[in-house]
């Protein structure tokens, strides 16, 4: 007989070393490729010219953006007759967030169900809720890259008409939902049951995050505006490099935070979309950081508030009495 405590954990840690391992090609990879053109990035770099207007747009738009995210989760949880304060559903999905930073996709998830227990939702429910938001994300997500990106995919009218009608179809179909349950419980190592919704908490879910990407285009173009100076092309061009690289980072499941992965697809895209290859792969490393950035403070200061407030509590709690 085999000794099954043993072999468990030694499973579990070769396939975190696996990703380590494959993250650490890509990110090798990709780190090669600006190395090799760093020439190219540098005099992109020396000949931008800041727009710190457009820069602090480019952030406002991301803000927001995470905030359509946010309620979509909440009108998740209200199809499932939880009505969770904002501020709350806030605080709970930035910091649980942080956890696309460590190998795999399962830690934001986690911590998003732990903390969501203080407000009367069970774990399974915050998270198939979280989980249930991210698929409807990605799956739009993808539709969006497709159409925006249509031009530079030259892919054919019909087929972007027949997969923006498939997106919504399924989407907007309650009975997709086990199926997706099923997807999602393979991606995430772990049985994942997703209730019945009405449709149209599915299709305003499926609506909120169509925008979210669309602002996510718009804040692209800012930031672009903001490093270079100018953003050439069509609008619909960022929309989809943006959303593609994004989406391929996410899908690499052995890469913290899609790290690596994004940066090399979006170089790819921008050249694709008529960047020169210094430039592109400046946009590609400075939205990272910029991004990171952007996904780490609001957290932060939910934390310090959060301190605070104990804090607060604890002198009152120990004050004398008059």
Same mark, same amino acid.
């Given at each position: 007989?085999?000794?099954?405590?043993?072999?468990?954990?030694?499973?579990?840690?070769?396939?975190?070393?696996?990703?380590?391992?494959?993250?650490?090609?890509?990110?090798?990879?990709?780190?090669?490729?600006?190395?090799?053109?760093?020439?190219?990035?540098?005099?992109?770099?020396?000949?931008?010219?800041?727009?710190?207007?457009?820069?602090?747009?480019?952030?406002?738009?991301?803000?927001?953006?995470?905030?359509?995210?946010?309620?979509?989760?909440?009108?998740?949880?209200?199809?499932?007759?939880?009505?969770?304060?904002?501020?709350?559903?806030?605080?709970?999905?930035?910091?649980?967030?942080?956890?696309?930073?460590?190998?795999?996709?399962?830690?934001?998830?986690?911590?998003?169900?732990?903390?969501?227990?203080?407000?009367?939702?069970?774990?399974?429910?915050?998270?198939?809720?979280?989980?249930?938001?991210?698929?409807?994300?990605?799956?739009?997500?993808?539709?969006?890259?497709?159409? +925006?990106? =249509? !031009?530079? %995919?030259? /892919?054919? $009218?019909?087929? #972007? &008409?027949?997969?923006?009608?498939?997106?919504?179809? @399924?989407?907007?179909?309650?009975?997709?939902?086990?199926?997706?349950?099923?997807?999602?419980?393979?991606?995430?190592?772990?049985?994942?049951?997703?209730?019945?919704?009405?449709?149209?908490?599915?299709?305003?879910?499926?609506?909120?995050?169509?925008?979210?990407?669309?602002?996510?285009?718009?804040?692209?173009?800012?930031?672009?505006?903001?490093?270079?100076?100018?953003?050439?092309?069509?609008?619909?061009?960022?929309?989809?490099?943006?959303?593609?690289?994004?989406?391929?980072?996410?899908?690499?499941?052995?890469?913290?935070?899609?790290?690596?992965?994004?940066?090399?697809?979006?170089?790819?895209?921008?050249?694709?979309?008529?960047?020169?290859?210094?430039?592109?792969?400046?946009? +590609?490393? =400075? !939205?990272? %950081?910029? /991004?990171? $950035?952007?996904? #780490? &403070?609001?957290?932060?200061?939910?934390?310090?508030? @959060?301190?605070?407030?104990?804090?607060?509590?604890?002198?009152?709690?120990?004050?004398?009495?008059?």
């Amino acid at each position: 007989m085999h000794d099954t405590s043993v072999t468990a954990p030694s499973r579990r840690t070769l396939l975190r070393l696996v990703q380590v391992a494959l993250a650490a090609v890509v990110i090798v990879l990709v780190a090669r490729k600006i190395v090799q053109q760093w020439g190219a990035v540098k005099l992109a770099l020396d000949q931008a010219r800041p727009n710190w207007l457009a820069l602090a747009a480019s952030g406002i738009v991301v803000l927001a953006t995470y905030a359509v995210l946010i309620e979509t989760w909440r009108v998740i949880l209200r199809g499932w007759q939880h009505d969770l304060p904002f501020m709350d559903a806030a605080r709970i999905w930035t910091i649980s967030n942080l956890g696309k930073y460590l190998p795999g996709k399962v830690w934001s998830i986690t911590a998003l169900a732990v903390m969501s227990r203080e407000y009367g939702v069970s774990a399974a429910e915050g998270a198939t809720a979280s989980v249930l938001v991210t698929l409807v994300n990605t799956l739009v997500g993808f539709a969006v890259a497709f159409v +925006a990106g =249509a !031009s530079l %995919l030259r /892919l054919p $009218a019909a087929l #972007v &008409i027949a997969i923006a009608v498939i997106a919504v179809a @399924v989407i907007a179909s309650p009975s997709a939902l086990p199926r997706l349950g099923v997807l999602a419980g393979k991606l995430f190592k772990r049985e994942i049951v997703l209730r019945p919704l009405a449709h149209r908490v599915l299709l305003l879910a499926g609506a909120l995050t169509a925008v979210a990407w669309l602002m996510y285009g718009v804040a692209f173009w800012l930031f672009t505006v903001g490093v270079l100076g100018s953003a050439p092309g069509a609008l619909r061009n960022y929309v989809a490099v943006f959303a593609g690289s994004y989406l391929l980072g996410f899908l690499a499941i052995f890469s913290p935070a899609g790290v690596g992965a994004r940066e090399g697809a979006m170089g790819f895209a921008l050249q694709r979309a008529g960047f020169a290859i210094g430039p592109a792969y400046l946009l +590609a490393v =400075a !939205s990272r %950081l910029w /991004l990171t $950035a952007l996904e #780490v &403070i609001p957290p932060l200061i939910f934390l310090a508030f @959060v301190r605070r407030r104990r804090l607060s509590i604890h002198e009152e709690e120990h004050s004398p009495t008059r």
